[in-house]
């Protein structure tokens, strides 16, 4: 099977739009960043949007996805899969494993590209929040996302790329924590600045807001990954 990203790779592009994490639901097909869909691919396989075909097609790929660079972790390959984001945006990967339940492998597979996405969009405000949420949380979380001190915008990129590494070539269930601390320190620090704002800008307070529960959600929802994964439950 030719997963969708890498037929991407190596067709002309079609350019769709995207948009940030706030605004974005789990099931959002609308994105920013010019991006390539192998169109004929996904017409055939989505045009009848048969929920139980979408589902098995998510599923497969995430499987497929994983067994084949796990099993040959070769650097170039795990660089583009990490990168592919960054250069072409996620619709690729969105169209197959956007609609997936929160504890599947293709719905924690879908979690961690957005959450990167929102770290390469913005590292300067990554950044802001990551040190605002070390500052605020008292717990072990900074630890065990394993982001320096400080944590500037290229140091956030890195952590995030580092984490996203971890899927292919590490352990997976590390990966999926780390992923998930990670996200507990955003939204941790997302909120506490949503609460400085709202005196004075309670719209910018309500998109923080909404980027901290979305990232508390995500937290809970990998670690709970995490777990099946450990169990050999995660599907």
């Known amino acids: 099977m030719c997963l969708p990203w890498v037929a991407a790779m190596q067709r002309e592009p079609v350019l769709v739009s995207a948009g940030s994490l706030d605004g974005m639901s789990d099931s959002s097909r609308e994105f920013h960043k010019p991006?390539?869909?192998?169109?004929?691919?996904?017409d055939r396989l989505f045009s009848a949007e048969d929920p139980a075909e979408v589902s098995r097609v998510a599923h497969t790929t995430a499987h497929a996805l994983l067994a084949r660079v796990r099993a040959d972790p070769d650097g170039v390959i795990?660089?583009?899969?990490?990168?592919?984001?960054?250069?072409?945006?996620?619709?690729?990967?969105?169209?197959?494993?956007?609609?997936?339940p929160a504890k599947t492998l293709p719905g924690a597979l879908w979690r961690l590209y957005l959450v990167q996405l929102m770290i390469?969009?913005?590292?300067?405000?990554?950044?802001?929040?990551?040190?605002r949420g070390r500052a605020e949380l008292a717990s072990v979380d900074d630890v065990v996302a394993g982001?320096?001190?400080?944590?500037?915008?290229?140091?956030?990129?890195?952590?995030?790329?580092?984490?996203?590494?971890?899927?292919?070539?590490g352990d997976f269930a590390v990966a999926l924590d780390r992923a998930a601390a990670f996200c507990r320190v955003q939204a941790a620090g997302a909120t506490h600045v949503a609460d400085d704002y709202e005196p004075t800008e309670p719209e910018r307070a309500s998109a923080f807001t909404t980027r901290a529960l979305r990232l508390s959600d995500y937290a809970a929802d990998l670690s709970a990954c995490a777990a099946l994964w450990r169990r050999d439950a995660l599907t």
């Open 35 to 42: 991006v390539r869909r192998p169109a004929e691919l996904f």
């Open 120 to 131: 390469h969009d913005d590292p300067r405000t990554a950044a802001l929040l990551y040190e």
């Open 147 to 169: 982001a320096p001190s400080p944590a500037g915008p290229e140091e956030l990129v890195a952590l995030v790329d580092t984490i996203l590494r971890g899927l292919f070539e």
């Open 78 to 100: 795990v660089d583009r899969l990490v990168a592919f984001t960054d250069e072409h945006g996620i619709d690729d990967i969105a169209e197959l494993w956007s609609r997936s």
